[in-house]
């Protein structure tokens, strides 16, 4: 009885030991339409910052349900990025099914978005707030019933006429914006992580309005 007893407590142990802390996992969520019309587009900053973090620690996307997907660890956390796959105005359905399917918490998400309230490259991170008139953040807000959830905004500037603003989103970067581009994904790259090991709170004090 005793043998058995022993077994079944180390086999426990095991068990646990090999489960994941939900809070050392964290989902990562850049927010965009797919195909290659889209791609270079202002609209699209939140994949373009995922894929160059992506590419900077030579990570692997796969496709799967409502979106692509790419992992990697770092100091003992898991950091799950996702690219939807469901176009910019139903980004909630595909955030809510990862977030459910990896059993994350709430506060260990951080949408990626631009920002036409921002100067091109001001990095703006919050912790609640309103839709803004985005479309991909207005259905997380209607999908996850709160507006109490991470968003790291890049700012992509205003500088269009009136009547032009679908046109400016949905455009591509100048060439004095590709130019400034690698430094500021570089600088999100570390605010991401920034999230993951040391929290929002300080991430938002050391990157707010860099």
Known sequence: MLSF???????????????????????IV???????????????IGFKVVDFYASKNSLSWETA???DISTH????????FLKPSTFMN???KALKYWMEKEKIPLENILVITDDLNL????IRVKTKGSDGGHNGLKDIQNTLQTTNYNRFRFGI?????????VDYVLGEWEAEEENALPERLE?????????ALAGINITMNTFNGK
């Not at 077994?7 to 964290?26: G, R, V, Y």
């Not at 660890?73 to 799950?80: A, E, N, P, W, Y």
């Open 5 to 27: 007893l022993k077994k079944l407590f180390f086999a426990k142990a095991e068990q646990i030991s090999t489960e994941e802390d939900p809070m050392k996992k964290f989902l």
């Open 30 to 44: 850049g927010l965009g339409n797919i195909g290659p019309k889209y791609e270079n587009t202002r609209h699209n």
């Open 65 to 67: 349900k409502l979106g």
């Open 73 to 80: 660890k770092v100091k003992g956390r898991t950091l799950i």
């Open 90 to 92: 139903l980004s909630g």
């Open 119 to 122: 100067a091109f490259g001001t």
């Open 157 to 165: 500037s205003d500088a269009f006429s009136k009547g032009r603003q």
């Open 187 to 195: 600088k999100s790259c570390e605010l991401i992580e920034s999230f």
